[in-house]
């Protein structure tokens, strides 16, 4: 195996979580981790799936601890990577896939530069915000943050080693599969 750590990175509702989601299914050998938060569970989430949801002191005393390879604070909330479940997947010769921000992103390539990363576009700005909304089932009190920090996000693409368009799910879903695999190889 070429890579044991895949980076996918893309603005919120871009796609990402879904991608992987999917793919984890179809390629055994890949395992997501669950990232844990200081947000708000939504409507159709649970514990575990797809975060670990926990209050902000205990997310403190996380980082006090040691316990995250990395931690960020995105759209004011607390994420945090575990490293546990990296050596876990190691320890068992899988594949790391994971969704995180570019400031994750910048950290994983940093401690770990024989990774790979990934960076899902979506076709518009317009278009993603309809997708927020759609997936939200409302407008986001935040949504304007959330569109400028997808700018900026956007505009740091090129510094991954693939990008890739989600205008048609399907479509983009097989190219990113192709992308995986060839990681893989």
């Known amino acids: 195996m070429k890579a044991n750590l895949i980076i996918v990175a893309a603005p919120s509702g871009a ?11 179809e390629i055994t050998i890949l395992v997501d981790t669950i990232t844990y938060t200081t947000r708000a569970m939504r409507l159709g989430e ?12 205990e997310f403190k005393n996380k980082i006090e601890d040691n316990f995250f390879v990395e931690w960020a ?5 607390f994420y945090g990577t575990p490293m546990n479940q ?3 997947a190691w320890k068992n010769d899988r594949c790391i896939i994971m969704d995180v921000d570019i400031q994750g992103a910048r950290t994983f390539k940093e401690k770990f530069p ?4 990934i960076f899902i576009l979506p076709p518009s700005i317009d278009e993603l ?5 759609k997936r939200d089932g409302k407008v986001p009190q935040d949504i304007e943050i959330r569109m400028e920090n997808a700018k900026n996000e956007m505009k740091e693409a090129h510094q991954f080693d693939f990008r890739l368009v989600n205008d048609d799910f399907e479509t983009s879903y097989a ?3 192709k992308i995986v695999e060839n990681i893989l190889r």
Request: charged share 35%; net charge positive.
């Open 46 to 57: 649970s514990q575990g799936h797809p975060y670990y949801f926990v209050s902000e002191s």
């Open 86 to 88: 990296l050596e876990d």
């Open 175 to 177: 190219e990113f599969k």
């Open 73 to 77: 604070m995105v759209h004011n909330r």
């Open 129 to 133: 915000r309809k997708r927020i909304i």
């Open 114 to 117: 024989q990774s790979k990363s």
């Open 15 to 25: 796609g990402k979580s879904s991608f992987i989601e999917k793919i984890c299914k």
